[in-house]
């Protein structure tokens, strides 16, 4: 079983930064690629970021590319989401979510995350 909490959430100006958390425990962390995922009032979750066990891929939806970088220290058992230009369009719940694959995979579909952590609001204001 593994535990994830994220913190970092809040409210923030249009091109403005956060940086996200996602914090593990319970299991070796990399045993998991890790993913960012949203869902905002209204709408469906949809995939934000991943990143393989050891950090060496990442995913990113078009939506966010050349916006955020996840990236993720193993010895921290945590991952990040750094978000820079903010839209208001961004504003969600962000949740990470951990899955076990085989090193250097991504995983883009939130079907195939086992856990996921309670979620963080994230609020951009125009």
């Known amino acids: 079983q593994v535990q994830l909490v994220e913190s970092g959430g809040g409210l923030v100006q249009a091109g403005g930064s956060l940086r996200l958390s996602c914090a593990a425990s319970?299991?070796?962390?990399?045993?998991?690629?890790m993913g960012w995922f949203r869902q905002a009032p209204g709408k469906e979750r949809e995939f934000v970021a991943a990143?393989?066990?050891?950090?060496?891929?990442?995913s990113y939806a078009d939506s966010v590319k050349g916006r955020f970088t996840i990236f993720r220290d193993n010895a921290k058992n945590t991952v990040y989401l750094q978000m820079n230009s903010l839209k208001p369009e961004d504003t969600a719940v962000y949740y990470c979510?951990?899955?076990?694959?085989?090193?250097?995979?991504?995983?883009?579909?939130?079907?195939?995350?086992?856990?996921w952590g309670q979620g963080t609001q994230v609020t951009v204001s125009s």
């Open positions: 990143i393989s066990r050891g950090g060496s891929r990442t």
């Open positions: 979510a951990a899955v076990s694959v085989p090193i250097r995979v991504v995983i883009t579909d939130g079907k195939r995350y086992d856990y």
């Open positions: 319970g299991h070796t962390f990399n045993n998991y690629a």
